[in-house]
């Protein structure tokens, strides 16, 4: 589909599949936090975490500014 879609169609598709992308990686960071115990392992998984959600954040606000919406949270 995204390679068929133009102009904003492609760009909310495109933002939309990469919030869900992004989401995969804060679950797979907190599921790791219960699992580990190494410090360099749980420093990175927590750094994942921060950055993926603010990338969530400013993804979220580029769709606001083309009209649209996210797609239902994984993360709720």
Avoid: C, K, W, Y
């Avoid at 904003?8 to 919030?19: K, P």
């Avoid at 679950?27 to 994942?48: E, F, G, W």
């Avoid at 921060?50 to 993360?75: D, F, K």
């Amino acid at each position: 589909a995204l390679r068929r879609a133009t102009g904003r169609d492609a760009e909310v598709l495109f933002l939309r599949l990469m919030i869900r992308h992004h989401e995969g990686g804060v679950l797979m960071a907190n599921a790791l936090l219960s699992r580990s115990s190494r410090q360099d392992v749980v420093a990175l998984a927590r750094s994942i975490d921060r950055s993926q959600a603010g990338e969530i954040q400013t993804m979220a606000g580029m769709l606001t500014e083309r009209g649209a919406q996210p797609l239902p949270s994984l993360l709720r």
